[in-house]
């Protein structure tokens, strides 16, 4: 079993920034795949960035490529997203998930992943 505890979310001015942290519990992390998700009202989930359980590869979705950046520390069992130059269509839920990836592959299809986080509101202001 895998716990999610995602925190960082706030209300953020437009061109401002957030750095999303996803803490999780177990003792293999680094077997996991790690992804963002995010879903705004009345839109379904959709990817915003995966990393691979070493953390050497990592995707991003075409909508935040050059604002994003997932990272990870496996010592401390943590993901993070870092969030730049954010824009007012960035507000959603933020959700952390984290797929059993023991051979380093890497999921965009969030019916792939295991475990979920609680989510994270992020809000952005015009």
């Known amino acids: 079993q895998v716990q999610l505890v995602e925190s960082g979310g706030g209300l953020v001015q437009a061109g401002g920034s957030l750095r999303l942290s996803c803490a999780a519990s177990?003792?293999?992390?680094?077997?996991?795949?790690m992804g963002w998700f995010r879903q705004a009202p009345g839109k379904g989930r959709e990817i915003v960035a995966a990393?691979?359980?070493?953390?050497?590869?990592?995707h991003y979705g075409d909508s935040v490529k050059g604002r994003f950046t997932i990272s990870r520390d496996n010592g401390k069992k943590t993901v993070y997203l870092q969030i730049d130059s954010l824009k007012p269509e960035d507000t959603a839920v933020y959700f952390c998930?984290?797929?059993?990836?023991?051979?380093?592959?890497?999921?965009?299809?969030?019916?792939?992943?295991?475990?979920w986080g609680q989510g994270a509101q992020v809000t952005v202001s015009s």
């Open positions: 998930a984290a797929e059993s990836s023991p051979y380093g592959s890497i999921s965009l299809y969030e019916n792939e992943y295991d475990y």
């Open positions: 177990g003792r293999t992390f680094s077997s996991y795949a």
């Open positions: 990393i691979s359980g070493s953390g050497g590869s990592s």
